[in-house]
C-alpha cells in the first residue's frame, strides 16, 4: 500500500492509521493506493474506514460492468482502464474508488494473469511523485481521483490515436496489395476492430459513470465541474472511437469490394476462354457425324479446313472479348 497525507498542498507518507483518522481541516486529505489482494488494508477499510462491505466486496470482483453506490458518508466507484497484456491482447484493468470529504481510496482490482502489473502502477506511481514533488496540490479527494481519471482517459487517447495510425497504414495496404492473395489482412481488420469496440465501450461506461456521479446531490461545485470535465472527455474519446470504426468499416468493404472485383475479372476470363473453346468443340462435333452423303468426307481437304475453320472462330471470339476487355 502506498498512501500520502496532504495537508495545506503538502504531501507526506502515511500508513494505515492515516485512513482510520478524521481529519482536523478541510485542507487535509489521505490518499491510498493499495491492491485488493493487501488483507491488511482491506480489513482496515472495513473496520476502522466503514466503508460498506458491498462495496468492499466488489473490490475483489473483475467486472466489465462499472457500478457507483451512493452511501451515506461516502462514494464507491468501480470502472475500468485498459492495457495491453502480453498476449497482444486489450484487457480491462478494474479500479475500484471510495471518496469520502477527507479520504480517497484507490484500490487495483484483480487483472487478468496476462497483464503486468507492474504497468499497472506506473500512473499512479506518476501522480505520487508530482505530490512529493509539490507539482501536483489537490486542495480536496475530487482532485485526487479527477489526476486519476484523467490519467486512465490519457492512456485510453493515447490507445486510440495508435490505434487509428494503423487504421490509416491498413487502408494503404489494401489499396495497394493483391487482394485475393493477402487473406491474412481481414484477420487485421477484424483484431483491429475488436481492440476499437472493447476502447468504445470502455469509454462509453466510464461516460456514464461520470453522468451518473454528475447527479449526486451534495456534491460541491467544483467536484461538479470536475465530473463534467471527465463526462466531456470520455464523450469525445468515445465519439472519436465511432468515427474510427467508420472508417475501418469503410476499409473493409473498399478491401470487400476489390476482392469481389478480382472474382469478377477471373469468371469473365473463364468465360471468355470457355466460349472459345465451345466454338472448336462445336465444328469438331459437326464434323464428327457419320451420315453416308457428307462431301466433306472423301474430301482431302476436310481435315484442314475443319481444324482451320476452328482456328478462326477462336480468333475472332478472342478479338471480340478481348476488345470488350474480358481477356
Not at 493487501?38 to 460498506?52: F, I, K, N, Q, V
Not at 467486472?63 to 492495457?83: C, I, M, Q, R, S
Request: contains cysteine; aromatic residues 6%; proline residues 4%.
Amino acid at each position: 500500500m502506498e498512501a500520502r497525507l496532504l495537508a495545506d498542498g503538502v504531501a507526506t507518507p502515511a500508513g494505515l492509521d492515516a485512513l482510520g483518522t478524521a481529519m482536523g481541516g478541510a485542507s487535509s486529505v489521505v490518499w491510498a493506493d493499495l491492491d485488493h489482494e493487501d488483507e491488511a488494508a482491506m480489513a482496515h477499510l472495513r473496520d476502522r474506514c466503514g466503508y460498506h462491505p458491498t462495496a468492499l466486496d466488489d473490490c475483489h470482483d473483475r467486472t466489465p460492468v462499472p457500478k457507483v453506490h451512493v452511501y451515506e458518508d461516502h462514494l464507491f466507484v468501480a470502472g475500468n482502464g485498459l492495457v495491453r497484456a502480453a498476449d497482444g491482447d486489450l484487457h480491462f484493468l478494474p479500479l475500484k474508488v471510495f471518496v469520502d470529504p477527507s479520504r480517497i481510496v484507490t484500490v487495483l482490482g484483480p487483472t487478468h494473469d496476462a497483464v503486468d502489473r507492474a504497468s499497472c502502477l506506473q500512473h499512479a506511481q506518476s501522480i505520487r511523485r508530482r505530490l512529493d514533488e509539490g507539482i501536483f496540490r489537490p486542495g480536496s479527494a475530487m482532485e485526487i481521483g479527477h489526476a486519476v481519471m484523467v490519467g486512465m482517459l490519457r492512456s485510453q487517447e493515447t490507445l486510440l490515436a495508435r490505434l487509428a495510425g494503423e487504421v490509416s497504414q491498413l487502408e494503404r495496404r489494401v489499396m495497394q496489395c493483391h487482394p485475393t492473395k493477402n487473406e491474412a489482412l481481414l484477420e487485421e481488420v477484424f483484431a483491429l476492430r475488436h481492440d476499437l469496440q472493447t476502447l468504445r465501450t470502455n469509454a462509453a461506461q466510464n461516460r456514464e459513470v461520470f453522468a451518473r456521479l454528475m447527479e449526486v446531490r451534495g456534491l460541491p461545485e467544483d467536484a461538479i465541474a470536475l465530473l463534467e470535465d471527465l463526462f466531456h472527455g470520455f464523450d469525445h474519446l468515445k465519439t472519436t472511437t465511432d468515427l474510427e470504426r467508420e472508417y475501418l468499416q469503410e476499409v473493409l468493404e473498399v478491401f470487400q469490394t476489390r476482392i469481389a472485383n478480382e472474382l469478377n475479372v477471373f469468371v469473365r476470363q473463364l468465360t471468355a476462354w470457355g466460349a472459345i473453346g465451345i466454338a472448336g468443340t462445336l465444328i469438331a462435333g459437326v464434323y464428327g457425324m457419320n451420315f453416308t452423303h457428307m462431301p466433306e468426307l472423301d474430301w482431302r481437304l476436310g481435315y484442314p479446313m475443319a481444324l482451320g475453320m476452328m482456328v478462326v472462330a477462336g480468333l475472332v471470339l478472342a478479338w471480340i472479348f478481348k476488345r470488350r476487355g474480358w481477356l
